[in-house]
């Protein structure tokens, strides 16, 4: 087990699992073409968990983030 505070690097194609125990926290930060892990989180969303109110609030949240980039991308570009 790592200590506390400490932090865990995975390079590309690398993998691990995580044993929970009580007080454990964890924080998961991801980089890359994000929208090609929304399909995963919303299939977990539908077939396992069934959390439908929090899939509307991702949805709401990233649609919102797609549309912000759209206007700055079109912005930054000249067009509007």
Do not use: C, N
Request: aromatic share 12%.
């Amino acid at each position: 087990m790592e200590p506390e505070g400490d932090t865990i690097v995975h390079e590309v194609g690398e993998a691990t699992s995580v044993q929970w125990s009580a007080g454990t926290w964890m924080v998961e930060y991801g980089r890359g073409f994000i929208p090609s892990t929304l399909g995963f989180a919303l299939a977990d969303t539908l077939f396992s968990t069934q959390d439908f109110v929090t899939m509307f609030y991702t949805v709401r949240v990233y649609v919102k983030a797609l549309v912000l980039e759209a206007g700055t991308l079109l912005t930054e570009a000249g067009v509007v």
